[in-house]
């Protein structure tokens, strides 16, 4: 009478998975070759191999890109000098010469809209900066602490999310940047960030607060905290790496809306002023004139509009590449 522990083990059907010869451990021979070739990806690598295929992404990077020449090498692209104007070319339309013609007082609008995007892309990027950090710092106390801590963080950052953004950047520039202040280029700039920062940073804050509350509950943050992991390190090793996408993504549209509300305050008299050159003082100058001259308004807004436009459509790529869902 046969042994039924024995025969059960004869009778096991031998494991398929192909081998290496001469070693009982399993190789991906079996596995296509795309497949074996392959690395895991993360998040990131996976949202680059989806922006590689959108047309959209390279239109608006290489739009991006030439802005950011324009700003950092303005010569690249026109001389100084040209931006000195002469009376006797006022108001000269658009030739061989001048492409975009001359303004009332004779200087170069083709030069003026090229040194004009120095001011408008340092204003906005500095201030996205500076919204996405400190907003973003608040936002991982407030979401990782939680308690009184983030009841209070959100009920401030709700104060100032109720305030509106043109009259609350207008009340700040009017206070510390009046008519017959003495501030200069550099200061004015640092104003029209600080006013843009002040009013912004709620967002950026209810965004990286949510991310943390979602992420800090993980196996992974909860292992690390058994194991005796530091705040520092699972806040800066395992939360910000998780959370950082939702941010990244509001940060890059952030861009172009800022370079419109720099504009902004600057066409209503109470951002950037001259002898600083940028596309909303270029357009309010131009206001007076778009009857006889209307090619001083259209140059500096176009630029303008591609810029704004240029930005978000990279943050609408950027979103669609780090949401699953909309792959």
Sequence with gaps: MSDPTSASIVSTPPSHQPTEAGSGAPTNAGLPENARKEKPRGLLGDAWMDLRRKPLFWISAALILVFLLMAAFPWLFTSKDAVNGALSNSQVKPSADAWFGYDVQGRDVYARVIYGARASIIVALTAVAGTLLFGGMMGVIAGYVGGWVDALLSRIADVFFGLPFVLGAIVILTTFNGVGSNNNEWQIMG????????????????????????????????????????????????????????????????????????????????????????????????????????????FPAGFLVMAVLSFVMLGEAVREALDPKLR
């Design 191 to 298: 104003l029209v960030v600080l006013s843009l920062m002040v009013l912004s940073w709620p967002v950026s804050m209810r965004l990286m607060r949510s991310s943390v509350l979602a992420t800090k509950e993980a196996d992974y943050i909860v292992a690390a905290r058994a194991l005796g992991a530091s705040t520092s390190r699972i806040i800066f090793k395992h939360l910000l790496p998780n959370c950082l996408a939702p941010l990244l993504v509001y940060g890059t549209i952030l861009v172009g809306s800022f370079i419109g509300a720099e504009a902004t305050l600057s066409f209503l008299g109470v951002g950037l002023r001259s002898p600083v050159v940028s596309w909303g003082i270029m357009i309010s100058e131009a206001q007076n004139y778009i009857r006889v001259s209307p090619y001083l308004l259209f």
